[in-house]
């Protein structure tokens, strides 16, 4: 998970609007969404086109036996064909459409960074939870083939619900991405905390070292968990990292495990537009700076938590996920993370 300044800089956490603000907007966004084929779609569009073509949004509808024997040995996998070239060519057309402040739902995102005319040209932009404001990230984001994939990977046997999205895009020149792990901000939110959350990254171009593809520690989730109270899990220097120090905290990371420098490995991962990568919440990973002249690395990002979870009781939720607890419950409301899979 990470967050784009107006100004370019990335600060740690994705924060959200306050609770009073997006209710009401939540409760349009989610109003009407059904299952149709497989996938979620808006009920009042069903005779839309693009409803209809939401059975073929996702290429595949489970992984195989070795997907996910990789997954659990390293801690990711790579995933070569996952969205169909219609839907990423469409998605390129509305990440324009969502950082130009248009909306097809009339909904506002959660977070919205990078403005034309204000913000730096070669600054990396995000929108928080763009399924709220858009038709085909929800499309994609809610899909109830993605919900059961996950499911089925990591043995949830209640389901599937979304924790947020991320829609993405570096530009020529973008800035790294310092090393960090999705559950110091996703997974120590909610109860239970063992293999609570999953991260499904989606490429909407070829992404390779020199656009600033992802960058993981193969087998790094098997490392001693850090304290759940600390900031171990953190690139101390922030998201939106400089030079060549993005990777320190990792590096800080293993030497806290006592773990010897020859026992770090951090790879470049290759992946073609409509591929994916599903990493663990404790995967160490990171992206390295797009050195490229004209290229873009945009991807869109499912953070999918199980559907059983309940926020923790104690301490008190962080200020993003806090704000969506309802007093006297850890309960997770279905208009802020929606369920998108469950076994009949």
């Not at 895009?169 to 792990?181: E, L, M, N």
Request: glycine residues 8%; hydrophobic residues 35%.
């Amino acid at each position: 998970m990470f967050l784009l300044r107006r100004g370019g800089g990335m600060s740690r956490v994705c924060s959200l609007l306050p609770l009073w603000v997006i209710s009401a907007r939540s409760a349009q966004s989610v109003s009407g969404v059904a299952v149709a084929d497989g996938n979620f779609c808006d009920s009042r569009r069903s005779g839309d086109a693009d409803c209809a073509d939401a059975i073929s949004i996702i290429q595949r509808s489970k992984l195989t036996k070795e997907e996910k024997e990789t997954f659990w040995r390293d801690g990711y996998v790579v995933l070569p064909k996952f969205l169909n070239l219609k839907t990423v060519n469409k998605l390129h057309t509305v990440f324009s459409d969502l950082f130009s402040g248009q909306f097809s739902t009339g909904i506002y995102p959660d977070e919205w960074h990078w403005r034309e005319g204000i913000s730096l040209p070669n600054a990396s932009r995000e929108i928080c939870n763009g399924w709220k404001a858009d038709h085909t990230v929800r499309s994609v984001i809610l899909s109830r083939v993605v919900g059961k994939i996950v499911a089925n990977l990591m043995g949830w046997k209640e389901g599937t619900r979304v924790g947020q999205d991320d829609v993405l895009w570096k530009p020529a020149g973008g800035t790294p991405v310092g090393f960090h792990q999705d559950a110091r901000y996703i997974s120590e939110q909610f109860r239970p905390y063992d293999d609570n959350s999953v991260t499904l990254w989606m490429a909407l171009d070829d992404a390779d070292e020199e656009n600033g593809c992802v960058q993981y520690v193969p087998a790094s989730h098997k490392w001693p968990l850090p304290d759940q109270t600390s900031s171990s899990g953190v690139a101390q220097e922030g998201f939106h990292a400089h030079g060549d120090s993005y990777d320190a905290s990792v590096r800080t990371a293993a030497a806290r495990h006592h773990l010897l420098p020859s026992d770090i490995r951090i790879l470049n991962t290759t992946v073609p537009a409509g591929g994916a990568i599903l990493h663990h919440q404790h995967t160490w990973h990171g992206s390295g700076p797009n050195r490229s002249k004209s290229r873009l690395r945009r991807a869109l990002v499912g953070h999918y938590i199980r559907a059983d979870s309940t926020f923790r009781d104690s301490p008190h939720p962080s200020y993003i996920y806090g704000r969506y607890k309802l007093r006297d419950s850890t309960n997770l409301e279905e208009t802020f993370f929606p369920t998108t899979w469950k076994p009949k």
